[in-house]
């Protein structure tokens, strides 16, 4: 609890305690008046009555408008907490690439090496390059997000788009990983709205099916499209994300609870804004395979 909130529960308490003390005082002085009156104890009490009444009815606002504030200072003391834990995070996920890029390079410039072992080391470095370009796309989208900016619409192929998504991903930890693409679409199908913004939430969305499942097990990936607009679906074999936390993973900061998987929580979120960005969906439940199904969908006219 910080200091902000420890004051403003003492000078609650302390105002509350002040004012059941001017009360007492005022009905005992009332009482005194009507006594040197010589006033009738019905006159008294109905005048007791009222002065218990306003008061009450002071208290009462006075303490709503206590439990606001107090719930106000709480919510930006866990927001606060929220985006001290994603500076960390985000210090972690943009230094960990850097470094291993740079071992890659460093390596490559300081031996002589065959050429299979040259691939392998262009290739982490690529995969540290990519992974910090999901990031800083991350934080750019979330800045845009704030800042209220237009997404850019143009006419996309669906289907280029996410071949281009899962490309980007087959590198580094999960170039061994099978990505099984599946397209209902027809040939040549565009649809219209932001191709990088999509892009970014796809890759997020894909990334987590690869994170958060093990190698054995393939991604899934099935486009469709229908009059009304596009599907995107992600089908993984993970251990899926349980119904309590499916609205809470796609809040800003919010992440699995339990998980050892490092992230800034910020993906899902991302995900979820851009699709609502499009006048779409996004819709989290689980699989055949114990895994997560997360489906995507934007309409054709956004």
Sequence with gaps: MGKRGWLTALLGAYILLQFLWWASLLVRQQRQ???LNDATDEKLNQAIRMIIGEGLVFFGLLSLGFIVIWRSIKR????AQKERHFL???T???KTPI???QIAIDSLKKHEWDEKTKKLLLDDAQAGLTRLEQRVENILQNNRLISGKEMTKVLFDAEEVVTRVMHRHQVGPYQGRIIELKNDCDAGAQMEGDADALALAWGNLLENALKYSPSSEPVSIVLSESDAGLSVVFDDGGTGIPFDQRENVLRKFERLKDSETSGTGLGLYLA???LKM?????HIESNERGGSRIATWIPKSN
């Excluded at 930006?76 to 927001?79: D, L």
């Excluded at 499009?278 to 996004?282: I, M």
């Design 99 to 101: 470094a291993g890029s």
């Design 33 to 35: 008046i009507f006594e």
């Design 92 to 94: 972690h996920e943009l």
């Design 278 to 282: 499009h006048k779409g969906k996004l």
């Design 272 to 274: 979820d804004q851009i």
């Design 88 to 90: 960390l995070a985000v």
């Design 76 to 79: 930006e003391m866990e927001q």
